[in-house]
């Protein structure tokens, strides 16, 4: 299976921003549909944003569209998740996935904490 290794988690201020990392191995990474998610404490793990194979196409959760853009780099496998204008609501802990077009397989990392001062 792939392996999903997050970076870049940790305080910061309301308003400020902060880029989280995903590093794959172990897969063919242009074969990945990739995505973040996240869970804050008392509540079910929710969609934030995701990027198609070539990454021609992007999604996002309307509570994040336009303070938050994810990239990918396939010749690094790696994904990012660039994050501005942060929230308090946005605490939680934020996941990458990779869901392989070919099998429909999904894979997650151990996650990283984000938490947003008021």
């Known amino acids: 299976q792939v392996q999903l290794v997050e970076s870049g988690g940790g305080l910061v201020q309301a308003g400020g921003s902060l880029r989280l990392s995903c590093a794959a191995s172990?897969?063919?990474?242009?074969?990945?549909?990739m995505g973040w998610f996240r869970q804050a404490p008392g509540k079910e793990r929710e969609f934030v944003a995701a990027?198609?194979?070539?990454?021609?196409?992007?999604d996002y959760a309307d509570s994040v569209k336009g303070r938050f853009t994810i990239s990918r780099d396939n010749a690094k496998n790696t994904v990012d998740l660039q994050m501005n204008s942060l929230k308090p609501e946005d605490t939680a802990v934020y996941y990458c996935?990779?869901?392989?077009?070919?099998?429909?397989?999904?894979?997650w990392g151990q996650g990283t904490q984000v938490t947003v001062s008021s």
């Open positions: 172990g897969g063919t990474f242009d074969n990945y549909r």
């Open positions: 996935n990779a869901r392989n077009e070919l099998t429909n397989y999904n894979f």
């Open positions: 990027i198609s194979r070539a990454g021609a196409y992007t």
